[in-house]
């Protein structure tokens, strides 16, 4: 499992890791690209943004206006997925 945090604090080691496990080569160059749309993006371009502006593996904070500690609903979505989340991280490196 690969973890947001490691990914953008050591994208090198992460995508190593990562295609050795999965029997691909690593290209050091991957971890680098143009900023641009893609295609199939469109739709939910809203949702891409940030991945439209990258040029690589970095660590950002978004702000938004509603969350989990101003809205009821995002908070019962979140009380009741968090614990599943945790079960998938216990085994990440």
């Not at 206006?65 to 998938?88: G, I, M, Q, R």
């Amino acid at each position: 499992m690969i973890r947001s945090e490691q990914l953008v604090s050591d994208p090198v080691s992460v995508v190593e890791r990562y295609c050795d496990y999965v029997g691909l080569p690593f290209l050091p160059h991957s971890l680098s690209w143009s900023p641009g749309e893609r295609p199939e993006w469109e739709r939910y371009r809203a949702w891409h943004v940030d991945a439209i502006r990258s040029a690589g593996f970095i660590s950002r904070s978004n702000d938004y206006t509603v969350t989990v500690d101003n809205n009821a609903l995002l908070k019962s979505y979140y009380d009741h997925h968090y614990p599943f989340y945790e079960l998938l991280i216990q085994d990440a490196d």
